[in-house]
């Protein structure tokens, strides 16, 4: 299909042209984010909460993070934002392949966090840092016993529902970026009509960004023990 | 159609196409509005039978009708389904849907497929929760308060917090759609100041959804995973805190009472100057006063915990805010009773419904400020005096600006009048038996009579049985409606483009309207309102 074919057969009934149907689009999205924020926002919120409250407990909890992997993660999911922006160029320039190839490395990138989260959290599984009845919390260090178990494991429930809704958010993420490589192959965007890219690129971004503050959130919290 | 339909129907969005597939497959704003109308109609009355169930145990002292377990569920399931599936969707998804595309001069909503997937999300919501609730019901209050919910009770709270949960995102979608379509599609010449006040209205409602809900959101869901894998956030046992459900749960439940009440103030601004013939007072006023009443909204979510725990300094804090939230709703009050003034006033019913709303807001909305001070508040919290205060607000405000609007714009969505006579009667009724249900509770309350139990001492049955009896009175209001709307349908005149000679685009178009809203797009060169400089000839184009 020719530019403006693609332009035209994309253009719905109740705008009056792309341009409008383009910045509909787009502020929507922007507005969902919004709503994404505030998702997580209440998240954040009981984690700062409680970290004020008890932050020995979390610090104690923050030490059996795995600094390595969290950083190496954090590493890929900036480059999976570099590859997602990057296709989102060649969208605009109108090459589908090109395109399709960036995304690909996306979805790689993003099956790459996953899978090293899952080591993260089989981790976590089998020293019984799940919250629940099996929860049990050491140091990990003889010299020092933990401090406040019961407080830490309001850390560890908080981790897993933070790290776990943003992998769902990441899942989700993977679902919306192979849609959009089948689309673009099919031939549905072009110069003229590529707000769907966009959008979805603009999401990547967003739990990308959920994941920056994240990391530090409940992996950097202190190396000392006992904080400070 | 066998009535005297004298001239031919032109095409419209209800003749257009016919079918079960062409009504749940429509992505037309308008059918969608129809869709959330039978949906929180049924709601509605699911959620009134439970309160109809409450009132006749309540009619003697002795709890002998059913078992305080039972009643314990019934509160909590009048509540979820009048708050969650009848109130916040009520103006916004049926009215608002109709009605915003239309006032704003656009085809449809920005988002006319997401508009389809609230109504299924929502639908998907309600039925879990209705689930939840013929398995065995809920007990825990509409409020979810934490541990009870999540470590203690033993009814089915998981079914209707996930309920909830999946509602959530059908409002929040709407308001996505609302506020969207509000910025970017608005027909030519239709400035933000020559903006129709029932789309201000909306927009701060919508604004409210937006941010709001996720946060609800979050908050079941912690409390769904609390109850699964016991995780302790909000358990003492475990160091979580309860307080901090109450603050997340708060941050946007009360918040949503603003989502009802600024899109039933939305309605009342239409109707009070089309029927006294006048440009609103203060339009600009009127319209600010919607978005920080929105805003302030935000900022007084304790002072539903004033006797919970919080510190005093917050108490404080909140209680202040709070009384600030008094003043944008007094000056929407204030300006349109200056409307009123000097206008040619005619009663009409949707007038009558207005004129009750007025009156019932006010006293719903100043033992909102009893309830905000401190003192006041120690002595009557968690009495009936806080059920009657939310009542007024809730049903003699919003459900009152419910009915209002649905008399109002019937003519517009079906294309029928409905018989003047009986829906007067029926505002008077409702009227009446609202004020016979709800003022004495004011009184026992006051008096110190602590809702949520079924039983009472004897010397309050007098006033508990005349609140009964006027719930009866107010049952017949709402089942009158109910039926001559039906049969308007069949049998009601059928109702020129615009039947009230009112102005705004919505009523320059055939009723019902075309499935395309107009035309051609509007090109808007007056002000909102403008009654007393409009050619008649020109407010009517399109007759």
């Known amino acids: ?228 | 159609m066998a009535t005297a339909v004298q001239t031919v129907e032109r095409e419209n969005y209800l003749n257009s196409n016919y079918g079960i597939k062409s009504w749940l497959l429509t992505t037309d704003h308008k059918r969608i509005a129809l869709l959330y109308l039978v949906s929180i109609t049924a709601m509605f009355w699911i959620g009134g039978f439970f309160a109809m169930l409450i009132r006749l145990e309540l009619l003697t002292p002795a709890g002998d009708m059913v078992s305080s377990d039972t009643y314990n569920k019934l509160f909590t399931m009048h509540g979820i389904i009048m708050v969650f599936f009848f109130l916040i969707p009520s103006v916004p998804a049926t009215l608002g849907n109709f009605l915003i595309p239309l006032m704003v001069g656009a085809k449809d909503l920005a988002f006319p497929r997401v508009n389809l997937l609230s109504w299924y999300i929502y639908m998907v919501g309600a039925i879990t929760a209705l689930t939840a609730m013929v398995m065995g019901g809920v007990d825990t209050g509409w409020t979810f308060y934490t541990p009870f919910s999540t470590t203690y009770s033993n009814t089915h709270v998981m079914g209707a917090a996930i309920g909830i949960f999946i509602t959530g995102f059908s409002s929040i979608l709407t308001g996505l759609n609302f506020i969207v379509t509000i910025h970017r599609m608005r027909a030519p010449g239709m400035t933000w100041r020559r903006l129709p006040l029932f789309c201000w209205a909306n927009y701060a409602a919508a604004i409210i959804m937006v941010l709001g809900t996720p946060v609800i959101a979050i908050t079941l869901l912690l409390v769904a995973l609390e109850r699964a894998f016991n995780i302790g956030i909000f358990n003492p046992q475990l160091g979580g805190d309860p307080l901090l459900f109450q603050h997340l749960f708060w941050f946007y439940s009360h918040p949503a009472v603003y989502i009802m009440i600024l899109s039933g103030m939305g309605v009342i601004n239409e109707i009070i100057t089309c029927f006294s013939r006048k440009r609103v007072f203060g339009y600009e006023f009127v319209a600010l006063a919607s978005i920080a009443i929105a805003v302030l909204g935000f900022l007084v979510w304790a002072h539903h915990m004033f006797v919970a725990g919080i510190s005093v300094y917050a108490a404080l804090v909140f209680s202040l805010l709070s009384y600030l939230v008094a003043i944008p709703s007094a000056v929407k009050v204030f300006n349109w009773t200056a409307t009123l003034y000097k206008g040619s006033i005619r009663y009409e019913t949707p007038m009558l419904y207005a004129f009750g709303f007025i009156g019932l807001f006010t006293v719903g909305g100043l033992t909102g400020v009893f309830l905000a001070s401190l003192g006041v508040d120690v002595h009557v919290h968690d009495t009936y005096f806080v059920v009657a205060h939310f009542h007024y607000v809730m049903v003699g405000g919003m459900v009152m600006a419910y009915m209002a609007g649905l008399h109002f714009w019937w003519p517009k969505i079906t294309g029928r009048m409905y018989p003047e006579a009986w829906a007067k009667l029926s505002a008077l009724l409702v009227f009446v038996g609202f004020n016979t249900t709800f003022f004495p509770l004011f009184i026992v309350g006051y008096m110190g009579l602590p809702r949520r139990y079924h039983a009472y001492p004897p010397e309050f049955q007098v006033l508990n049985v005349l609140s009964t009896a006027g719930a009866s009175i107010l049952a017949v209001g709402y089942v009158l409606p109910m039926i001559y709307f039906l049969w308007s349908l069949r049998y009601g005149e059928p109702a020129p483009p615009n039947p009230w000679n009112a102005v705004g685009l919505e009523w320059m178009t055939p009723s019902p309207p075309p499935t395309h809203n107009f035309d051609e797009t509007p090109i808007v060169t007056w002000e909102a309102y403008d009654y007393e400089h409009q050619p008649q000839e020109e407010v009517t184009v399109g007759h």
């Not at chain 1, 960004?209 to 006992?226: D, N, R, T």
């Open chain 1, 1 to 228: 299909m020719g530019d403006i074919q693609v332009a035209e057969h994309a253009l719905q009934h109740h705008f009056a042209d792309m341009e409008q149907q383009q910045e509909t689009s787009t502020f929507g999205m922007w507005m969902f984010l919004l709503t994404e924020i505030m998702f997580f926002g209440g998240l954040f919120c009981a984690y700062l909460v409680y970290r004020a409250s008890y932050y020995q407990a979390f610090v104690e909890g923050s030490q059996k993070m795995n600094i390595w992997l969290g950083a190496t993660n954090t590493a890929v999911l900036i480059c999976s934002s570099l590859s997602m922006a990057l296709g989102v160029r060649a969208a605009q320039m109108g090459k589908p392949k090109l395109m399709a190839v960036l995304l690909l490395i996306t979805i790689v990138f993003g099956c790459g966090f996953l899978g090293i989260k899952a080591v993260e959290y089989h981790e976590h599984w089998v020293n019984h840092e799940f919250p629940g009845p099996n929860f049990h919390f050491e140091t990990g260090d003889p010299a020092h016993a933990a401090t406040d178990p019961v407080h830490t494991e309001i850390y560890f429930s908080l981790y897993w529902a933070m790290t776990g809704l943003h992998a769902l958010h990441m899942v989700i993420g993977v679902g919306l970026v192979t849609w959009i490589i089948i689309a673009g192959l099919g031939g549905a965007y072009s110069r003229s009509y590529f707000t769907p890219v966009e959008n979805v690129g603009l999401y990547w971004h967003f739990v990308d960004l959920v994941w920056i503050y994240l990391f530090p959130l409940l992996y950097l919290i202190s190396k000392k023990h006992g904080g400070g």
